[in-house]
């Protein structure tokens, strides 16, 4: 299994600012997903992070938005940029153990005013 | 595309036994997940089968797969308060790939 943290656990932040959120995994891992929960709803991924090459990002995300950084094998970071009420979600990163055991952080609860 | 379909809301004594079934619609899929996500709370990774099995155990959950068809079920036996959350069923491939997730079935456990 993984043990996997995030910051913040959650934040309520204004209309038009930004949030960087972390993720760290007690092991290395070869590729990180960003996820999406709004209020209601299932999971959405936003983006694919490997380690040193840019994230790959699915339809409807873009990097100006949604930057993801991926520093090393035991980290990373989503930033939600110029934020709307419609960004309000949880935002959750995983990884992959032994190659098909997908773990997930507890979530990151984002509320836009 | 793919595609993954639960129904929404299940409600069962305690005690009993619950059934939450999922349809998915990529035949490529080589693992099949379930996952709990209490209130408040981030998904826990309840049991997966790979797809060339139709039946896994684990304790007090039973997974069944019949991939002719498709469909996904897990069973709880002896169904406890502590049950009740949401149950996302989720499929993908082998490796690296990230999960495609169904709406999540509401799993009401009535004392």
């Known amino acids: 299994s993984a043990v996997i943290s995030q910051k913040p656990s959650r934040d309520i932040c204004q209309r038009g600012t930004s949030l960087t959120i972390q993720c760290q995994v007690d092991?290395?891992?070869?590729?990180m997903f960003w996820y999406r929960q709004q209020p209601g709803q299932s999971l959405t991924l936003i983006a694919t992070?490997?380690?040193?090459?840019?994230?790959?990002?699915e339809s409807g995300f873009v990097i100006d938005k949604f930057p993801i950084s991926r520093p090393n094998l035991t980290f990373s970071t989503l930033t939600v940029s110029n934020m709307s009420p419609e960004d309000s979600s949880i935002y959750l990163c995983s990884v992959v153990v032994g190659g098909h055991e997908q773990y997930f952080g507890p979530g990151t609860r984002l509320t836009v005013t | 595309g793919e595609d993954v379909e639960q129904s929404l809301f299940l409600s069962v004594r305690e005690g009993d036994s619950s059934v939450i079934n999922c349809t998915y619609t990529?035949?490529?899929?080589?693992?099949l997940y379930w996952y709990k996500q209490e209130p408040g709370a981030g998904l826990q990774l309840l049991t997966y089968?790979?797809?060339?099995?139709d039946m896994k155990q684990d304790q007090r959950l039973t997974v069944l797969l019949n991939k002719k068809d498709k469909h996904l079920s897990l069973r709880i036996a002896d169904t406890q308060t502590g049950d009740s959350a949401i149950y996302f069923c989720a499929e993908g491939g082998s490796g690296n790939t990230p999960l495609v997730f169904g709406k999540g079935t509401r799993l009401s456990v009535i004392a």
């Open positions: 092991s290395q891992v070869t590729m």
């Open positions: 089968i790979f797809s060339n099995m």
């Open positions: 992070a490997n380690q040193g090459s840019e994230a790959t990002y």
């Open positions: 990529d035949s490529s899929s080589t693992y």
